[in-house]
């Protein structure tokens, strides 16, 4: 089974837009589990524009099903994750300034780095997936460095999938995500995706990638709520991710 993650970051940016506490973020999170999700992911960034630290642990104490933290390993990031312990961890390469994540990690140049990050995470208990693009020579090094998953950067993906109607061979594209995959299976990873799935494009990527044991989703699913409510749009969401 593949697990839904919703990504709740769009949620503190409408508060942070006006200042208070509306939406609640924490009742968010809590209806986000009771209409279905099986997992809550945060991904604080420096300039703490939409989850703040403190967000991070408000939450740890309500999520009951998994809390995935993401985010660029700075010091301070570390330590944060290094003291709340969440379920999961996924180490981004962002820049700062990063408006969202726009490419996996270089597991070869930043071996090293990605080494001694990832031995302090999992000492501590914290299963470790690393934002990955799909290129199959780039998945040895996730695992030599340590991790436990990758996370497909599903971007391109989306964006081919979406001019696949006017441009049918842009989904060639779709092989190195098969590829990768394979590969990752092969040395024992396992698999989640995210960035910019959403109900059009889910369901062939699940179908044709079947190991995926979780999807982290924010922008789109946020999107659909404010059209179809955030119960039922997590449902169908649901739906798009059964065997």
Known sequence: MTKLSVNINKFATLRNARGGNMPDLLKVAQDCERF???GITVHP???QRHIRYQDVWD??????TEFNIE???SR????LVLAVKPHQCTLVPDPPDAITSNTGWDTVKHQAFLKDVIGQLKKAGIRV??????QVDKVAGAKSAGADRIELYTGPYAEEYANAYTQPQNLQLFNDY???AREAVALGLELNAGHDLNLDNLRFFKLHIPQLKEVSIG???VCDALYLGLENTIQLYKRQLVD
């Open 178 to 180: 098969k590829n990768t």
């Open 36 to 38: 279905g999700a099986e």
């Open 219 to 221: 922008h789109a699913l």
């Open 45 to 47: 960034r420096p300039d």
């Open 129 to 134: 997936s690393i934002f990955l693009n799909a």
């Open 59 to 64: 939450l740890k104490p309500l999520v009951t």
């Open 76 to 79: 301070e990031f570390m330590e």
């Open 71 to 73: 985010g660029y390993p």
